[in-house]
Protein backbone atom coordinates (compact mmCIF):
# COMPACT_ATOMS: atom_id res chain seq x y z
CA UNK A 1 0.00 0.00 0.00
CA UNK A 2 2.86 2.30 1.20
CA UNK A 3 4.12 1.85 -2.20
CA UNK A 4 1.56 2.13 -4.43
CA UNK A 5 1.36 5.61 -2.78
CA UNK A 6 4.56 6.64 -3.51
CA UNK A 7 4.23 5.26 -7.02
CA UNK A 8 1.16 7.40 -7.24
CA UNK A 9 2.28 10.55 -5.48
CA UNK A 10 5.34 10.32 -8.02
CA UNK A 11 3.54 10.01 -11.05
CA UNK A 12 1.38 12.89 -9.89
CA UNK A 13 4.45 15.17 -9.26
CA UNK A 14 6.29 13.98 -12.79
CA UNK A 15 2.71 14.54 -14.40
CA UNK A 16 2.80 18.20 -12.56
CA UNK A 17 5.92 18.74 -13.30
CA UNK A 18 5.43 17.81 -17.15
CA UNK A 19 2.22 20.06 -17.23
CA UNK A 20 5.12 23.49 -15.97
CA UNK A 21 7.23 22.20 -18.62
CA UNK A 22 4.75 21.96 -21.19
CA UNK A 23 2.93 18.96 -20.50
CA UNK A 24 2.34 17.15 -24.04
CA UNK A 25 4.54 20.13 -26.02
CA UNK A 26 7.48 19.93 -24.01
CA UNK A 27 9.25 17.71 -26.45
CA UNK A 28 8.52 19.98 -29.04
CA UNK A 29 8.72 23.09 -27.29
CA UNK A 30 12.58 21.63 -27.39
CA UNK A 31 12.87 20.73 -30.96
CA UNK A 32 12.00 23.93 -31.16
CA UNK A 33 13.97 25.75 -29.08
CA UNK A 34 17.08 23.77 -31.05
CA UNK A 35 15.85 24.82 -34.41
CA UNK A 36 17.91 27.96 -35.16
CA UNK A 37 15.84 28.86 -38.38
CA UNK A 38 12.43 29.20 -39.81
CA UNK A 39 11.07 30.28 -43.42
CA UNK A 40 7.84 32.68 -43.50
CA UNK A 41 5.84 32.38 -46.36
CA UNK A 42 3.53 35.03 -47.08
CA UNK A 43 0.73 34.43 -50.19
CA UNK A 44 -2.29 34.50 -51.50
CA UNK A 45 -4.61 36.44 -53.66
CA UNK A 46 -3.40 39.34 -52.21
CA UNK A 47 0.05 39.18 -54.21
CA UNK A 48 -1.64 39.12 -57.19
CA UNK A 49 -2.04 42.94 -56.77
CA UNK A 50 1.96 43.31 -55.88
CA UNK A 51 1.58 45.94 -53.14
CA UNK A 52 1.83 43.63 -49.95
CA UNK A 53 -0.38 41.41 -47.87
CA UNK A 54 -2.13 44.70 -46.45
CA UNK A 55 -3.82 46.24 -49.77
CA UNK A 56 -7.13 45.48 -49.42
CA UNK A 57 -7.63 47.82 -46.21
CA UNK A 58 -4.46 49.85 -47.17
CA UNK A 59 -6.15 50.78 -50.36
CA UNK A 60 -10.23 50.39 -48.79
CA UNK A 61 -10.96 47.28 -51.65
CA UNK A 62 -14.58 46.49 -51.34
CA UNK A 63 -15.04 43.40 -49.88
CA UNK A 64 -16.99 41.37 -52.40
CA UNK A 65 -15.18 42.93 -54.95
CA UNK A 66 -12.23 41.66 -53.67
CA UNK A 67 -12.87 37.90 -52.95
CA UNK A 68 -13.68 37.90 -57.47
CA UNK A 69 -9.49 38.19 -57.67
CA UNK A 70 -9.58 34.81 -56.97
CA UNK A 71 -11.20 34.04 -60.11
CA UNK A 72 -8.21 34.72 -61.57
CA UNK A 73 -5.77 33.12 -59.51
CA UNK A 74 -3.66 30.68 -61.05
CA UNK A 75 -0.07 30.30 -60.05
CA UNK A 76 1.52 28.06 -62.77
CA UNK A 77 4.64 28.04 -61.62
CA UNK A 78 3.93 27.22 -57.99
CA UNK A 79 5.58 23.94 -57.18
CA UNK A 80 5.89 23.01 -53.43
CA UNK A 81 8.48 20.33 -54.16
CA UNK A 82 10.42 23.05 -55.36
CA UNK A 83 10.06 25.68 -52.47
CA UNK A 84 10.50 22.80 -50.03
CA UNK A 85 13.60 22.24 -51.22
CA UNK A 86 14.94 25.45 -51.40
CA UNK A 87 13.45 25.99 -48.11
CA UNK A 88 15.44 23.14 -47.11
CA UNK A 89 18.88 24.22 -48.71
CA UNK A 90 19.38 27.02 -46.18
CA UNK A 91 19.61 24.99 -43.22
CA UNK A 92 15.61 25.94 -41.94
CA UNK A 93 13.91 23.38 -39.91
CA UNK A 94 10.83 24.55 -40.49
CA UNK A 95 8.56 26.49 -42.83
CA UNK A 96 5.36 29.19 -41.33
CA UNK A 97 2.50 29.48 -44.38
CA UNK A 98 -0.31 32.31 -44.60
CA UNK A 99 -2.88 29.95 -44.30
CA UNK A 100 -5.39 32.65 -44.03
CA UNK A 101 -4.22 36.01 -43.56
CA UNK A 102 -6.27 38.92 -43.02
CA UNK A 103 -7.95 39.26 -46.31
CA UNK A 104 -9.81 36.18 -45.66
CA UNK A 105 -8.61 33.92 -48.60
CA UNK A 106 -8.09 30.57 -47.00
CA UNK A 107 -4.66 29.06 -48.96
CA UNK A 108 -6.57 24.92 -48.23
CA UNK A 109 -9.70 24.02 -49.04
CA UNK A 110 -12.23 24.36 -46.23
CA UNK A 111 -15.65 23.70 -45.82
CA UNK A 112 -16.50 26.62 -44.04
CA UNK A 113 -15.97 29.32 -46.62
CA UNK A 114 -15.61 29.49 -50.31
CA UNK A 115 -12.98 31.94 -50.59
CA UNK A 116 -10.36 29.08 -50.54
CA UNK A 117 -7.77 28.03 -52.72
CA UNK A 118 -9.90 25.17 -54.29
CA UNK A 119 -13.19 26.00 -54.68
CA UNK A 120 -12.82 29.63 -55.55
CA UNK A 121 -9.73 29.94 -58.05
CA UNK A 122 -9.31 28.38 -61.09
CA UNK A 123 -5.74 26.54 -59.82
CA UNK A 124 -8.20 24.20 -57.75
CA UNK A 125 -5.11 22.56 -55.67
CA UNK A 126 -4.83 23.08 -52.03
CA UNK A 127 -1.56 24.48 -51.62
CA UNK A 128 -1.22 23.15 -48.21
CA UNK A 129 -2.10 19.68 -48.69
CA UNK A 130 0.81 19.77 -51.39
CA UNK A 131 3.33 21.93 -49.11
CA UNK A 132 2.11 19.09 -46.36
CA UNK A 133 3.34 16.95 -48.35
CA UNK A 134 6.41 18.00 -50.13
CA UNK A 135 7.49 19.53 -46.01
CA UNK A 136 7.07 15.73 -45.17
CA UNK A 137 9.64 14.79 -47.69
CA UNK A 138 12.11 17.00 -46.92
CA UNK A 139 11.85 16.83 -43.15
CA UNK A 140 10.47 20.04 -42.61
CA UNK A 141 7.99 20.93 -39.88
CA UNK A 142 4.80 22.54 -41.06
CA UNK A 143 3.58 26.02 -38.79
CA UNK A 144 0.08 27.22 -39.94
CA UNK A 145 -0.20 31.09 -39.44
CA UNK A 146 -3.87 32.29 -38.98
CA UNK A 147 -5.32 35.16 -38.32
CA UNK A 148 -7.89 36.26 -36.48
CA UNK A 149 -8.75 39.48 -38.39
CA UNK A 150 -10.76 39.11 -41.36
CA UNK A 151 -11.72 42.15 -43.41
CA UNK A 152 -13.93 40.42 -45.91
CA UNK A 153 -16.66 38.79 -43.79
CA UNK A 154 -19.57 40.23 -42.20
CA UNK A 155 -19.44 38.45 -39.18
CA UNK A 156 -15.92 39.17 -37.89
CA UNK A 157 -15.15 41.09 -35.03
CA UNK A 158 -14.48 45.07 -36.17
CA UNK A 159 -10.91 46.12 -35.21
CA UNK A 160 -8.92 49.23 -35.99
CA UNK A 161 -7.94 47.90 -39.54
CA UNK A 162 -10.32 46.61 -42.77
CA UNK A 163 -12.83 49.64 -41.22
CA UNK A 164 -12.89 50.84 -45.50
CA UNK A 165 -13.83 47.59 -46.95
CA UNK A 166 -17.63 48.52 -47.32
CA UNK A 167 -18.45 45.24 -44.78
CA UNK A 168 -22.26 45.64 -43.16
CA UNK A 169 -21.93 47.08 -39.63
CA UNK A 170 -20.61 44.11 -37.08
CA UNK A 171 -23.34 43.35 -34.80
CA UNK A 172 -21.31 42.85 -31.71
CA UNK A 173 -21.49 38.94 -31.42
CA UNK A 174 -18.33 36.68 -31.65
CA UNK A 175 -19.71 33.61 -31.39
CA UNK A 176 -20.61 32.68 -35.13
CA UNK A 177 -16.99 33.98 -36.16
CA UNK A 178 -15.56 32.16 -33.33
CA UNK A 179 -17.12 28.80 -34.39
CA UNK A 180 -16.20 29.80 -38.23
CA UNK A 181 -12.35 29.94 -37.06
CA UNK A 182 -12.42 26.79 -34.78
CA UNK A 183 -14.18 25.08 -37.47
CA UNK A 184 -11.63 26.02 -40.01
CA UNK A 185 -8.59 25.01 -36.95
CA UNK A 186 -10.59 22.08 -36.73
CA UNK A 187 -9.25 21.19 -40.82
CA UNK A 188 -6.26 22.44 -40.44
CA UNK A 189 -5.02 20.22 -37.70
CA UNK A 190 -7.15 17.17 -38.87
CA UNK A 191 -6.29 17.22 -42.76
CA UNK A 192 -2.68 17.45 -43.20
CA UNK A 193 -0.74 15.67 -40.67
CA UNK A 194 0.78 17.26 -38.04
CA UNK A 195 1.49 20.56 -37.72
CA UNK A 196 4.26 21.85 -35.57
CA UNK A 197 2.66 24.93 -34.88
CA UNK A 198 -0.15 27.41 -35.33
CA UNK A 199 0.80 30.93 -35.26
CA UNK A 200 -2.26 33.50 -34.80
CA UNK A 201 -2.10 37.09 -35.69
CA UNK A 202 -4.64 40.15 -35.34
CA UNK A 203 -4.99 40.04 -31.73
CA UNK A 204 -3.63 43.85 -31.26
CA UNK A 205 -6.26 45.32 -34.05
CA UNK A 206 -8.96 45.00 -31.39
CA UNK A 207 -9.47 47.55 -27.83
CA UNK A 208 -7.58 46.23 -25.14
CA UNK A 209 -9.64 43.57 -22.86
CA UNK A 210 -11.35 42.11 -26.25
CA UNK A 211 -11.86 38.58 -25.59
CA UNK A 212 -11.08 36.20 -28.08
CA UNK A 213 -11.61 33.10 -26.13
CA UNK A 214 -7.98 32.14 -26.33
CA UNK A 215 -8.56 29.05 -23.77
CA UNK A 216 -11.61 27.71 -26.47
CA UNK A 217 -8.88 28.17 -29.41
CA UNK A 218 -6.03 26.92 -27.67
CA UNK A 219 -8.16 24.36 -25.99
CA UNK A 220 -9.08 22.71 -29.53
CA UNK A 221 -6.01 22.70 -31.22
CA UNK A 222 -4.42 21.18 -28.22
CA UNK A 223 -7.23 18.19 -28.23
CA UNK A 224 -6.98 17.94 -32.11
CA UNK A 225 -2.87 17.78 -31.98
CA UNK A 226 -1.39 17.61 -28.35
CA UNK A 227 2.11 18.31 -29.12
CA UNK A 228 0.93 21.39 -31.85
CA UNK A 229 3.04 24.63 -30.78
CA UNK A 230 0.87 27.46 -30.31
CA UNK A 231 2.07 31.35 -31.04
CA UNK A 232 0.81 34.47 -30.92
CA UNK A 233 1.66 37.34 -32.41
CA UNK A 234 0.36 39.79 -30.21
CA UNK A 235 3.38 41.49 -29.17
CA UNK A 236 3.00 41.06 -24.99
CA UNK A 237 3.88 38.98 -22.99
CA UNK A 238 2.73 35.15 -22.76
CA UNK A 239 -0.44 34.08 -22.43
CA UNK A 240 -1.63 31.07 -20.53
CA UNK A 241 -1.99 27.69 -23.09
CA UNK A 242 0.64 29.68 -25.53
CA UNK A 243 4.11 27.46 -26.15
CA UNK A 244 6.41 29.95 -27.62
CA UNK A 245 6.76 33.60 -27.25
CA UNK A 246 6.98 36.49 -30.67
CA UNK A 247 8.96 38.81 -31.76
CA UNK A 248 7.74 40.87 -34.74
CA UNK A 249 10.89 43.22 -36.60
CA UNK A 250 12.90 43.01 -33.42
CA UNK A 251 15.38 40.91 -31.67
CA UNK A 252 13.92 40.05 -28.15
CA UNK A 253 14.84 42.83 -25.73
CA UNK A 254 15.11 45.32 -28.28
CA UNK A 255 12.04 47.90 -29.69
CA UNK A 256 13.29 49.06 -32.80
CA UNK A 257 10.49 48.44 -34.42
CA UNK A 258 7.91 49.66 -32.02
CA UNK A 259 5.93 46.28 -31.70
CA UNK A 260 7.94 45.08 -28.62
CA UNK A 261 7.99 47.77 -25.99
CA UNK A 262 5.44 45.53 -23.98
CA UNK A 263 6.64 42.09 -24.83
CA UNK A 264 8.54 41.17 -21.61
CA UNK A 265 10.89 37.95 -22.47
CA UNK A 266 9.10 34.85 -20.75
CA UNK A 267 10.80 31.57 -20.48
CA UNK A 268 9.30 30.04 -23.26
CA UNK A 269 11.29 28.96 -26.55
CA UNK A 270 11.52 32.54 -28.70
CA UNK A 271 11.11 33.47 -32.28
CA UNK A 272 11.04 36.71 -34.05
CA UNK A 273 10.12 36.98 -37.33
CA UNK A 274 11.93 39.40 -39.82
CA UNK A 275 11.60 40.19 -44.00
CA UNK A 276 14.23 39.58 -46.60
CA UNK A 277 13.03 42.67 -48.63
CA UNK A 278 11.05 45.42 -46.61
CA UNK A 279 7.37 43.80 -47.43
CA UNK A 280 5.82 40.46 -46.09
CA UNK A 281 3.51 39.61 -48.82
CA UNK A 282 4.58 40.46 -52.59
CA UNK A 283 4.89 43.99 -53.87
CA UNK A 284 6.45 44.55 -57.27
CA UNK A 285 8.60 47.53 -56.41
CA UNK A 286 10.12 45.70 -53.56
CA UNK A 287 13.12 44.89 -54.84
CA UNK A 288 15.81 46.03 -52.45
CA UNK A 289 16.68 42.72 -50.10
CA UNK A 290 18.78 42.65 -47.61
CA UNK A 291 22.94 41.99 -48.24
CA UNK A 292 22.79 38.11 -46.55
CA UNK A 293 25.81 39.17 -44.37
CA UNK A 294 22.72 41.15 -42.78
CA UNK A 295 20.76 38.43 -43.09
CA UNK A 296 22.74 35.78 -41.07
CA UNK A 297 23.82 38.56 -38.21
CA UNK A 298 20.00 38.59 -37.99
CA UNK A 299 19.79 35.22 -37.47
CA UNK A 300 22.93 35.06 -35.49
CA UNK A 301 22.22 37.65 -32.98
CA UNK A 302 18.54 36.32 -32.97
CA UNK A 303 20.24 32.97 -31.36
CA UNK A 304 22.24 34.62 -29.20
CA UNK A 305 18.98 35.85 -27.51
CA UNK A 306 17.98 32.13 -27.44
CA UNK A 307 15.33 32.86 -30.41
CA UNK A 308 14.52 30.81 -33.83
CA UNK A 309 14.64 33.58 -36.90
CA UNK A 310 11.53 32.92 -38.86
CA UNK A 311 13.11 34.56 -42.19
CA UNK A 312 10.14 35.06 -44.43
CA UNK A 313 9.79 35.25 -48.45
CA UNK A 314 6.60 36.83 -50.17
CA UNK A 315 6.41 34.83 -53.36
CA UNK A 316 4.99 36.01 -56.70
CA UNK A 317 1.64 35.54 -58.18
CA UNK A 318 2.66 32.69 -60.46
CA UNK A 319 3.80 30.77 -57.13
CA UNK A 320 7.44 30.90 -58.36
CA UNK A 321 9.57 32.82 -55.33
CA UNK A 322 11.82 35.45 -56.76
CA UNK A 323 15.43 34.34 -57.23
CA UNK A 324 16.95 37.59 -54.64
CA UNK A 325 15.22 34.89 -52.39
CA UNK A 326 15.93 32.15 -53.69
CA UNK A 327 19.84 33.14 -53.10
CA UNK A 328 19.79 34.09 -50.19
CA UNK A 329 18.27 30.83 -49.35
CA UNK A 330 21.40 29.17 -50.40
CA UNK A 331 24.00 31.58 -49.52
CA UNK A 332 22.79 31.63 -46.17
CA UNK A 333 22.62 27.27 -46.48
CA UNK A 334 26.22 27.47 -47.14
CA UNK A 335 26.88 29.09 -43.91
CA UNK A 336 24.94 26.91 -42.07
CA UNK A 337 26.45 24.11 -43.47
CA UNK A 338 29.80 25.71 -41.91
CA UNK A 339 28.79 27.39 -38.83
CA UNK A 340 24.73 25.85 -38.08
CA UNK A 341 26.60 24.18 -34.73
CA UNK A 342 27.34 27.08 -33.49
CA UNK A 343 23.32 28.34 -33.47
CA UNK A 344 21.23 25.51 -33.78
CA UNK A 345 20.86 23.37 -30.42
CA UNK A 346 22.92 26.03 -28.87
CA UNK A 347 21.33 28.67 -25.72
CA UNK A 348 22.01 32.26 -25.32
CA UNK A 349 25.66 32.29 -24.17
CA UNK A 350 27.45 33.88 -21.13
CA UNK A 351 27.82 36.82 -22.66
CA UNK A 352 24.62 39.09 -22.97
CA UNK A 353 24.13 40.86 -26.71
CA UNK A 354 26.67 43.49 -27.13
CA UNK A 355 27.44 45.71 -29.69
CA UNK A 356 30.31 43.79 -30.95
CA UNK A 357 28.11 40.54 -31.47
CA UNK A 358 26.47 38.10 -29.24
CA UNK A 359 27.34 34.22 -27.24
CA UNK A 360 25.93 31.03 -27.79
CA UNK A 361 26.52 28.19 -25.41
CA UNK A 362 26.53 23.96 -26.14
CA UNK A 363 27.32 22.00 -22.73
CA UNK A 364 30.62 23.33 -22.60
CA UNK A 365 31.62 24.85 -25.49
CA UNK A 366 31.18 28.65 -25.36
CA UNK A 367 30.75 30.02 -29.33
CA UNK A 368 32.06 33.77 -29.41
CA UNK A 369 30.07 35.32 -32.62
CA UNK A 370 31.85 38.57 -33.71
CA UNK A 371 29.94 40.48 -36.04
CA UNK A 372 30.76 44.31 -35.72
CA UNK A 373 34.54 44.95 -34.27
CA UNK A 374 37.17 47.22 -35.02
CA UNK A 375 39.64 45.86 -33.00
CA UNK A 376 41.97 42.74 -33.37
CA UNK A 377 41.33 41.89 -29.43
CA UNK A 378 38.16 41.62 -27.30
CA UNK A 379 37.79 41.24 -23.59
CA UNK A 380 34.84 38.99 -22.35
CA UNK A 381 33.40 39.24 -18.95
CA UNK A 382 33.23 35.35 -18.02
CA UNK A 383 32.86 33.12 -14.67
CA UNK A 384 34.12 30.06 -16.35
CA UNK A 385 38.01 28.79 -17.12
CA UNK A 386 38.91 29.24 -20.84
CA UNK A 387 41.06 25.75 -22.01
CA UNK A 388 41.20 26.50 -25.28
CA UNK A 389 40.48 29.42 -28.01
CA UNK A 390 39.83 28.08 -32.08
CA UNK A 391 38.85 31.03 -34.36
CA UNK A 392 36.34 28.64 -36.60
CA UNK A 393 36.80 30.69 -40.49
CA UNK A 394 40.15 29.20 -40.36
CA UNK A 395 41.00 26.76 -37.89
CA UNK A 396 43.45 28.41 -36.24
CA UNK A 397 43.61 28.07 -32.20
CA UNK A 398 43.91 32.13 -31.25
CA UNK A 399 45.86 33.48 -28.10
CA UNK A 400 44.24 34.62 -25.14
CA UNK A 401 44.87 36.01 -21.30
CA UNK A 402 42.62 35.05 -18.60
CA UNK A 403 42.22 37.13 -15.41
CA UNK A 404 39.92 36.73 -12.66
CA UNK A 405 37.05 38.31 -14.43
CA UNK A 406 37.27 37.03 -17.90
CA UNK A 407 39.53 36.41 -20.63
CA UNK A 408 41.32 38.55 -23.23
CA UNK A 409 41.08 36.96 -26.93
CA UNK A 410 43.75 37.99 -28.96
CA UNK A 411 42.30 37.53 -32.61
CA UNK A 412 45.68 38.92 -34.29
CA UNK A 413 43.33 40.78 -36.81
CA UNK A 414 40.47 43.33 -37.04
CA UNK A 415 37.07 40.65 -38.02
CA UNK A 416 35.48 41.14 -41.48
CA UNK A 417 33.47 37.81 -42.03
CA UNK A 418 30.09 38.40 -41.11
CA UNK A 419 30.16 36.23 -38.22
CA UNK A 420 33.97 35.67 -36.85
CA UNK A 421 33.53 32.70 -34.61
CA UNK A 422 35.90 32.49 -31.82
CA UNK A 423 34.81 28.84 -30.37
CA UNK A 424 36.26 28.64 -26.47
CA UNK A 425 36.56 25.32 -24.63
CA UNK A 426 35.08 26.15 -21.21
CA UNK A 427 35.39 24.80 -17.72
CA UNK A 428 34.57 25.60 -14.62
CA UNK A 429 36.68 27.68 -12.00
C1 LIG B 1 1.43 41.27 -38.70
C2 LIG B 1 0.57 41.27 -39.95
O1 LIG B 1 -0.35 42.31 -39.90
C3 LIG B 1 1.48 41.40 -41.16
O2 LIG B 1 0.72 41.41 -42.35
C4 LIG B 1 2.43 40.23 -41.17
O3 LIG B 1 1.71 39.03 -41.32
C5 LIG B 1 3.24 40.22 -39.90
C6 LIG B 1 4.13 39.05 -39.77
O4 LIG B 1 2.38 40.23 -38.76
O5 LIG B 1 2.10 42.51 -38.58
C7 LIG B 1 1.69 43.44 -37.72
C8 LIG B 1 1.42 43.14 -36.43
C9 LIG B 1 1.04 44.17 -35.57
C10 LIG B 1 0.92 45.45 -36.01
C11 LIG B 1 1.20 45.74 -37.30
C12 LIG B 1 1.60 44.73 -38.16
N1 LIG B 1 0.54 46.47 -35.13
O6 LIG B 1 0.45 46.26 -33.91
O7 LIG B 1 0.28 47.60 -35.57
Known sequence: MKRTLAIAALLCAIAL?????????????????RSGLGIFIHWGVSSMLGSGEWVMTNRNLDYEEYRRLAGAFCPSGFDAREWARDIKASGAEYVCITTRHHDGFSLFKSELTDFNMVDATPFGRDVIAELAEACREEGLRLHMYYSLIDWGRPDAPRGGTGRGTGRPQWDGDYGPYLTFMKGQ????????????????DGDWDMPEGFDWKYDELYGLIHALQPSCLIGNNHHLAPKEGEDIQIFERDLPGENTAGYSGRATIGSLPLETCQTMSSSWGYAVNDTIYKP???????LVGAAGRGANLLLNIGPRPDGTMPEEAVLRLRQIG???EQYGHTIKGTCAGDVPPRDWGVTTRKGDTLFVHITGLKDSSLYLPLSC????????????EIGFRQDRDGVLLKLGRVPDESDHIIMLTTSDK
Do not use: Q, S
Open 185 to 200: LTELLTNYGPVGAVWF
Open 292 to 298: VGELIRY
Open 385 to 396: KVRKAVCLNDGK
Open 17 to 33: NLHAEGGATAGAREEFR
Open 334 to 336: EWM
